[in-house]
């Protein structure tokens, strides 16, 4: 995100980098993950897994703060974050 100023106390805080872990054949392709990722990380991809549904791949991966919403979102818990704690 492209700040128009730079805020005075931005050495104050520290920006979480999460990294994105897929069970892939866990996955039914719902795309809930990637409808509603706030920092558009997510996209479905071709990839397919053993049961035909498309998985979704991280486009963006620089991106992702951590939030871990596309986690709660996951009916089949095969998305999962890693990272993001603070210093």
């Not at 992702?64 to 993001?84: D, S």
Request: glycine content about 6%; hydrophobic content about 30%; proline content about 8%.
């Amino acid at each position: 995100m492209k700040l128009w100023r730079t805020p005075l106390d931005l050495d104050k805080f520290h920006i979480p980098h999460g990294e994105i872990h897929l069970i892939k054949n866990r996955c039914k392709g719902c795309e809930l993950c990637v409808r509603y990722c706030p920092r558009d990380v997510l996209r479905i991809s071709n990839v397919m897994n053993e049961k035909g549904y498309h998985l979704p791949e991280a486009i963006n991966p620089d991106r992702c703060v951590a939030c871990r919403l596309c986690e709660l979102l996951c009916p089949e818990f095969c998305i999962y974050i890693t990272g993001g704690e603070q210093p």
